[in-house]
């Protein structure tokens, strides 16, 4: 019968998102940002992931599908039927 597993035999399971990053705050310690500087990234991000969704969709659906000012509250709806 094999004995007790080492931690370093043992199969362990990949890090998640949320481990790495607090392993890279206690190892990297970075200065905190201001609350200027989040909403500055925050925004920036959201403009990027609606940038991205806007050009999947015309790309799947057709150029002209949507106008570039279409925002969520002013999207209009298309429905393409596939028989």
């Known amino acids: ?3 007790p597993a080492t931690a370093a035999e ?3 399971a990949e890090l998640t998102v ?3 990053r ?3 705050e206690i ?3 970075l200065p905190a940002h ?3 500087l989040h ?3 925050s925004q920036w991000r959201r403009y990027k992931r609606q940038q991205s969704r806007r050009s999947y969709w015309n790309q799947s659906q057709g150029a002209a599908a949507v106008p570039a000012t279409a925002g969520r509250a002013g999207r209009k709806c298309y429905l393409r039927l596939y028989y």
């Open 18 to 20: 949320a481990e790495v």
């Open 1 to 3: 019968m094999p004995g």
């Open 34 to 36: 201001s609350p200027a």
């Open 10 to 12: 043992r199969e362990l």
């Open 39 to 41: 909403q500055a990234w």
């Open 27 to 29: 190892a990297l310690p």
């Open 22 to 24: 607090t392993l890279l």
